[in-house]
């Protein structure tokens, strides 16, 4: 059984921040890629930020400079430091892990609300 649950989301003015925190847990497999998305209302799903074990990151366009992800491969957790805030970051964001036997797992999604 694989369990991958985030929390941090919450409400926040515009310009503030937030952390985003994803823990992966009741694994016996090694975990490569740990990455984030995030779908508003009416929208698709799109990917936020990836970074692989060795600590390759990549963003979407719209948050780089803003947003930062790193991991803690002790904890099996990754972050998502998440800067100036506008209303377009509102939406639920979703945790993924890819382990090394080449399965994927998704969280439950935090939300994360941006007000003006």
């Known amino acids: 059984v694989q369990l991958v649950e985030e929390s941090g989301g919450g409400l926040v003015r515009a310009g503030g921040s937030l952390r985003l925190s994803c823990a992966a847990s009741g694994s016996i497999f090694s975990i490569n890629t740990m990455g984030w998305y995030r779908q508003a209302p009416g929208k698709q799903r799109e990917l936020v930020a990836a970074i692989t074990r060795a600590g390759s990151t990549n963003y979407a366009d719209s948050v780089k400079g803003r947003f930062t992800i790193s991991r803690d491969n002790s904890k099996n957790t990754a972050y998502l430091q998440m800067n100036s805030l506008n209303s377009e970051d509102t939406a639920v964001y979703y945790c993924?892990?890819?382990?090394?036997?080449?399965?994927?797992?998704w969280g439950q999604g935090t939300q994360v609300t941006v007000s003006s």
């Open positions: 993924t892990i890819t382990y090394g036997i080449g399965v994927n797992s």
